[in-house]
């Protein structure tokens, strides 16, 4: 049995759907940045079991031998990191960054490209505040794509690194988070992080667009106690 219902025959079906026209060499290019974006969630799987694992009791030398690799190669790459309390859906919104980075061929990530892959998450918290208040997703997308840099000339291979006002947003999420008093951080605490950080672009489009961070840290609270006491009855 395949381990995952998926083949390489649907990767290719499904990149010669959305590039028609084009030629050999851009579809090689956009194969490319599909393989990083799969190599990336490969590896958010494998920390989302490491860290179930830890929970039980299992020892790094325990869980490097079941990755395959030394105790120490275990320890550090999958000992917890910034992302740690991440949810499922926030830290897809880090892999459509890390996505839009590349695509646009940056060779760093921004907050503009945090809040684009918030955007691109549309089971998120963030998504619906985002499109609610500008009345349009492509209003949003207008808005970050007009902030973005020139696209680069060269198309980059390995790791993308986080800008320092990315890192700093990073950091004010999960803040958001203790903040309102939640043990996760979601897509929306992302989106107040990036509100806070002030002189970002992400913070002048997310107040272009008409958002205040106090207002946007009571909607955040306001919709998340909608929701949790939606669930308790």
């Known amino acids: 049995m395949s381990p995952l219902d998926i083949s390489l025959a649907d990767l290719i079906a499904r990149l010669d759907e959305e590039l028609p026209g084009t030629d050999e060499l851009a579809r090689v290019s956009e194969a490319r ?3 990083q974006t799969l190599s990336d969630l490969g590896d958010q799987l494998i920390d989302h079991y490491v860290s179930k ?3 039980v009791g299992a020892s790094w030398t325990e ?3 079941a990755i395959g690799v030394s105790k ?4 550090q790459r999958h000992a917890p990191g910034p992302f740690e309390r991440y949810t499922n859906l926030n830290r897809h919104s880090i892999v459509l960054a890390q996505e839009a980075a590349r695509t646009h061929r940056h060779d760093s990530i921004g907050t503009e490209h945090l809040l684009l892959g918030l955007l691109g998450e549309p089971r998120g918290l963030a998504y619906e505040v985002l499109v609610a208040k500008a009345e349009s997703k492509q209003r949003v997308r207008d808005a970050i794509e007009e902030a973005l840099p020139p696209a680069g000339e060269k198309v980059l291979r390995g790791h993308i ?4 006002e990315s890192k700093e947003a990073i950091g004010q999420a999960r803040g958001a988070a ?4 939640h043990d996760w951080v979601g897509t929306e605490h992302a989106l107040l992080g990036l509100i806070r950080v002030e002189e970002s672009p992400a913070a002048q489009i997310l107040r272009d667009l008409g958002f205040t961070s106090d207002e946007l ?3 955040v609270r306001a919709e998340i106690a909608n ?4 669930r308790g009855n």
């Open 53 to 55: 694992a830890k929970q």
């Open 63 to 65: 869980i490097g031998d």
């Open 227 to 230: 929701r949790l006491a939606a």
């Open 72 to 75: 120490q190669a275990a320890q």
């Open 161 to 164: 690194a986080f800008r320092p």
């Open 178 to 181: 203790v903040d309102l008093g």
């Open 33 to 35: 940045l599909r393989a």
């Open 217 to 219: 840290h009571e909607t």
